[in-house]
């Protein structure tokens, strides 16, 4: 099984910015998508954003025109950049592969996740 790591979340005040990070050894290689999920405190983790193996994004009603998903294929790493914040994108983001194989799936052990919280 391969580990999952997300940083970069912090305390940051409306309208400012954060950059989170996702690391996820060999999802190039499986030919993995990956997707940004996010879990407000006392409510269901949402879908937030995604990119799919041929770069098409993706991303929920809520984030559009401020968040924005990109990817380092070198380093096996996926980026939410997250722009003109509000308090209601308060929440912990964790990411994961998305596919159809094992090796986009069940292979990878979910993160700690990022802790964002806008005031």
């Known amino acids: 099984h391969v580990q999952l790591v997300e940083s970069g979340g912090g305390s940051e005040q409306a309208g400012r910015s954060l950059r989170l990070s996702c690391t996820a050894p060999g999802f190039t290689s499986n030919n993995c998508g990956m997707v940004w999920y996010r879990q407000a405190a006392g409510k269901p983790r949402e879908w937030v954003s995604s990119?799919?193996?041929?770069?098409?994004?993706d991303y929920t009603d809520s984030v559009k025109g401020r968040f924005t998903i990109s990817e380092d294929k070198v380093k096996d790493t996926v980026y939410l950049q997250l722009n003109s914040l509000k308090p209601e994108d308060t929440a912990m983001y964790s990411c994961?592969?998305?596919?159809?194989?094992?090796?986009?799936?069940?292979?990878?052990?979910w993160g700690q996740g990022t802790q964002v919280t806008v005031s």
């Open positions: 990119i799919s193996t041929d770069g098409t994004t």
């Open positions: 994961h592969p998305s596919g159809g194989s094992y090796y986009c799936g069940a292979n990878y052990l």
